[in-house]
């Protein structure tokens, strides 16, 4: 039986009893994944429970959000993302993620580095992610700028909030033509934009998009790590102190609770 690493400290975002404990929260896992205990670990961090669901079933077990956590999805083999996006339990996600019918809320989703590239390829968001334009694998710490602050993940970022969260990719470049770039601008769907120096040639220095909902986001870097007094970035209080990537979570989490900022 799994035990999970006990927790340092005893800090948590809501209470065990509060209104927002009790959302659970799904993490698959494709072959290849890497980070899938962390993104339920920032799950349950972020006063979660995390569900984990398992590529090959259709079944999301009601869970009311999920999460495409990173990693090389069958080996990147093809291109990164390209074979996770036939997966089966991909066929309801989508489904899901795209519902219209008023008597059920569109699944709130949000991929991380490879789930952004899964994203793209099943077409939940536009654009591709191709490799970095220096060619070479990069992990540091990465400014962000918070630009939009209106989506399921984000409702808890104040406007143009710059944040810090780990980037670790080598297929991190985002592309899309110019009306595809266009329309994302104009719309405001540009989620988090890179700052201090574009890490892999991405256009318009685009970290982070949604879907015109806003229940579907996608980013190269990972909030997921920096979730944890001690093991995120710097920041102003000490070394490894940094937490913005929580605030991801505590926003779905209270977006599902129906709770205001």
Known sequence: MSVETPLIGDFTAAPAQSRLAGARIGVVTFPGTLDDRDAARAVRLGGGTPVALWHADQSLHGVDAVVLPGGFSYGDYLRAGAI?????VMDTIVK???A???????????GICNGFQILTEAHLLPGSMIKNNHLKFICRDQALRVENNQTAWTSQ?????????PLKNQDGQY???????????????????YVGG?????????AGITNEAGNVVG????????VE???????????????????????VISSLAGATK
């Open 84 to 88: 996770a996006r036939f997966a089966p």
């Open 229 to 251: 007094a001690g093991y995120g970035p710097d920041d102003t209080t000490g070394m490894r102190n940094g937490t913005d990537g929580l605030t991801l979570f505590t926003s």
């Open 219 to 226: 980013l190269m870097p990972h909030p997921e790590h920096a």
């Open 100 to 110: 219209k019918d008023t008597s059920a809320a569109a699944l709130p989703v949000l």
């Open 175 to 193: 592309v899309a033509d110019d009306a595809t770039l266009a329309q994302l601008e104009d719309e405001g769907r540009v989620v988090f934009r």
């Open 96 to 98: 899901e993620a795209q």
């Open 198 to 206: 574009n890490p892999n040639g991405s256009r318009n220095d685009i």
């Open 157 to 165: 970022f104040t406007d143009d909030e710059i944040i810090a969260i």
